[in-house]
């Protein structure tokens, strides 16, 4: 876990900046696209570029020459040819965004349209998963394989599920890390259990597969069965295997509120322990008593950092997060299987005894306790068909009132019938302030890709986290640099996901770029009705040199790819 200070891109910068002719060399060696006579034209020209190139360096302006999938040439291009030339006339140009955490990405291909909300913030690479992962996979846990074209899915390990992925073709770049709540599940399944040491193997060797064929490393989500099952030696022995590969331990933590600062210290055991490099994906202090927890966390990280423990996080910019709302009770109720417990919901006896619970027990991640003990702080953003479709958009305390019944038999009747998706208020602007100006935090959607023609309702962040950091904390509230933001979206978090020729603009580098008005940029989307808003201003979007978007519209063009490690 020794933090690295000599990154393959600072070491090319470094050579670059060495002298004329050693920085010719370099980025040549670097560049064999841009290895090519001042006569041949590029493939794209853009010009007069307010140039915010990703490391934290102050803006200049420059032209960009761009040939095949890569950045072939930076600075004064006046009279060079090219294919296409494109006038950025001010506009900022800079390296793609990193979405630290972007979820699903088979949906990239069931519902392709989905894209366009990572595309449309400027988006070209996300890293999916968060405990749960596409692969591994068994015959149990795809037992209903989608359906594509006609075509039935199947696949067991990463290598399959990639080549089905490029296959059809997708428009952003993805990352995959190995879920380790699906690792438990193929082998132990769902229930509150220990592995025996011959399980235990079985799940080492998923994880040792799913890195062989590229993951960048695991991840836990642990506040979620059954991942909250797995102990920390567990945690430790499956990491390491991930750390075998130069893999990074990625976890939504056991707290994220009162015990924040014990679920961190349990972060870097399991980091030490393994010899991994750790990421704690959207770090946040919820429930109003526990907001100053946000100050003594980054603390706590910075100082493990500074004792040379390479521990980073990132935030989405909300004061709202999303949960399921069977979370709201206690996780030890789902040890025997959700189905199982949720059949016996509708005992009047036991919804007495844990509403009791849920309103006095603050020993654990009491989500109705952090929103002030009000369901007026709960908002419904999504439900199954089982559930009334009015409720969408409203408080668990207003969907009591369309259903005809308290807010208490409203809870449980909605946890009941599964697959309602909340956003309780729980947080304050002043931690991701906090957040946001310290060096090792980045940006991430903590969504999936989102159709809007196929949900009702979602939390806005699907649609507008990485604009919004733009809008609101640089033009706004003036929280951090223009150049700072661009850091923490870009180079930051490729570096940390091991995608170093990414996330700089330099000779070289992937093509991967967006153009953007840093006046025009912003989210759309917010809490309720306008929740599924594209954001705008994003003018160009490329992608390994592709076009994804073409002066502000949306393109047919397929360039991303499945990123291995």
């Not at 405990?131 to 390990?157: C, F, H, I, K």
């Not at 750790?278 to 100053?292: D, E, S, T």
Request: glycine share 10%; hydrophobic share 40%.
């Amino acid at each position: 876990m020794k933090t690295d200070r000599h990154s393959p891109v600072a070491r090319l910068l470094a050579h670059c900046l060495a002298g004329a002719v050693l920085a010719a060399a370099a980025c040549t060696e670097a560049d064999p696209p841009g290895n090519q006579p001042d006569d041949v034209p590029f493939d794209v020209l853009l010009t007069n570029a307010r140039v915010v190139d990703g490391a934290g360096n102050p803006w200049f302006r420059a032209d960009v020459g761009l040939r095949g999938d890569r950045i072939a040439a930076v600075g004064r291009l006046t009279g060079r040819e090219a294919h296409r030339a494109i006038d950025a006339a001010g506009r900022v140009l800079a390296p793609g965004f990193v979405d630290m955490m972007g979820q699903a990405s088979l949906v990239l291909i069931t519902d392709p349209p989905s894209a366009e909300s990572k595309l449309r913030q400027g988006i070209t690479t996300y890293l999916s998963g968060e405990g749960g992962s596409p692969a591994p996979q068994s015959d149990e846990t795809l037992s209903n394989p989608p359906v594509v074209d006609g075509d039935t899915l199947r696949w067991r390990r990463y290598s399959e599920y990639f080549a089905i992925l490029e296959s059809y073709g997708i428009p952003i770049n993805v990352v995959h890390d190995v879920g380790l709540t699906q690792v438990r599940r193929v082998v132990l399944g769902d229930e509150d259990v220990a592995p025996t040491p011959e399980q235990l193997e079985q799940m080492k060797a998923l994880v040792r597969e799913g890195m062989e064929d590229g993951a960048v490393g695991v991840s836990t989500s642990l506040i979620y069965p059954p991942a909250i099952y797995a102990s920390t030696d567990e945690l430790v022995a499956l990491s390491a295997v991930a750390g075998e590969y130069g893999g990074v331990y990625f976890t939504h933590m056991r707290n994220e509120s009162h015990a924040v600062l014990e679920a961190i210290r349990e972060a870097i055991t399991i980091g030490e322990g393994a010899n991994v490099p750790v990421h704690i994906y959207h770090l946040k202090a919820a429930g109003q008593r526990n907001w100053p927890l946000m100050d003594q966390a980054l603390a706590l990280i910075d100082s493990v950092r500074a004792a040379g423990l390479d521990v980073t996080a990132d935030i989405y910019p909300y004061v709202r997060n999303g949960i399921g709302l069977g979370s709201f009770l206690h996780p030890r109720h789902y040890a025997r299987g959700t189905g199982a417990f949720l059949a016996t919901l509708g005992d009047p006896a036991l919804r007495a005894e844990l509403r009791s619970e849920v309103e006095t027990d603050s020993g654990w991640e009491n989500w109705f306790q952090h929103v002030g003990m009000d369901w007026n702080n709960v908002l419904i953003v999504s439900a199954s068909d089982a559930v009334d479709p009015r409720v969408v958009n409203r408080s668990v305390a207003e969907a009591a009132g369309i259903l005809g019944t308290d807010p208490w038999n409203a809870f449980f009747d909605l946890v009941q019938a599964g697959g309602v998706s909340v956003n309780p208020l729980s947080m304050n602007e002043e931690q991701k302030w906090a957040a946001l100006r310290v060096p090792f935090v980045m940006i991430d959607t903590d969504a999936s890709p989102v159709n809007p023609a196929s949900v009702s309702s979602t939390h806005p962040r699907a649609f507008g986290a990485f604009p919004r950091v733009i809008a609101k904390y640089v033009r706004e509230d003036g929280v951090i640099t223009l150049e700072e933001a661009v850091r923490r979206m870009t180079s930051l978090a490729a570096h940390r996901l091991g995608l170093y020729d990414r996330g700089i603009v330099a000779p070289g580098m992937a093509a991967d770029l967006v153009v953007f008005d840093p006046e025009r940029l912003r989210d759309r989307a917010d809490f309720g009705a306008d929740a599924t808003l594209q954001s705008e201003g994003v003018d160009y979007l490329f992608v390994n040199g592709g076009l994804v978007i073409d002066e502000g519209e949306l393109t047919d063009a397929k360039p991303g790819r499945l990123l291995r490690r």
